[in-house]
């Protein structure tokens, strides 16, 4: 998916289609063309939903479990997603503009062509998750944890990875040298596959020599 994706609801192909969304999510429920809209969701079961061709706009949502829940050509801004679980959801030509995951549960969701564009990630679990074609644009990325995650054809243009987790991980077409920084706690091995700027490269070196057991030290 091209990083080009609307900046306004008006933008969307089905913006016109939409209905405006009213009481609390539903456990298997289907939405199509749905705009949730500046609704606040603390604690609501909705594991298994659908939701395509819906748009999200300043939504909170607070601890709402969508466990395996599928979001098809959604768009999604300035909405804040706290302590929810998202395990094994699906999520697939989708965007989201603007927005904070902060102690998200996604381990185990499958991401495909998505776009995250200057959005705050913290304390995001996406342990054995799969990414592919997802752009990570400007975004801040925090003790994110992509552990055994399968990682195709990603990049981080402009995006800021501090303390993120790759042991187990693996690469393949994934761009890291648009990153203004990579910060690694672990998992330096998981960067095999991975594409880094000679800059980068050299930041690094001294997390490769520790995790590699090797003493650097001058005369």
């Known amino acids: 998916m091209p990083s080009s ?18 009481g609390p999510l539903r456990r298997d429920e289907r939405y199509d063309t749905v ?6 969701y603390t604690d609501q079961a909705a594991s298994g939903a659908s939701f395509l061709e819906c748009a999200f706009t300043a939504v909170a949502m607070s601890g709402v479990k969508l466990r395996q829940a599928r979001f098809n050509e959604v768009w999604v801004q300035g909405s804040r ?3 929810c679980d998202l395990s094994e959801s699906e999520w697939q030509d989708a965007s989201l503009l603007g927005g904070v995951l902060a102690g998200v549960a996604a381990h185990g969701s499958a991401l495909r062509r998505v776009v995250l564009r200057q959005c705050k990630l913290e304390a995001v679990n996406l342990r054995a998750a799969v990414l592919r074609d997802v752009v990570f644009e400007d975004c801040v990325l925090r003790d994110v944890d992509f552990g055994d995650a399968k990682l ?19 690469l393949s077409r994934t761009d890291l040298r648009g990153a203004v920084r990579l910060g690694l706690s ?8 991975a594409l880094i700027s000679s800059t980068q490269l050299f930041e690094l070196a001294p997390q490769f020599a520790q995790a590699l057991g090797i003493t650097v030290e001058d005369r």
């Open 5 to 22: 994706v609307p900046d306004q609801l008006a933008d969307l192909p089905y913006g016109h289609l939409l209905r405006p969304h009213d």
């Open 186 to 193: 672990d998992g330096h091995e998981g960067l095999r596959g």
């Open 35 to 40: 705009h949730f809209d500046g609704g606040e």
């Open 152 to 170: 195709t054809g990603v990049t981080f243009p402009g995006s800021t990875l501090e303390e993120v987790r790759l042991r187990g991980a693996r």
């Open 81 to 83: 997603w706290v302590a």
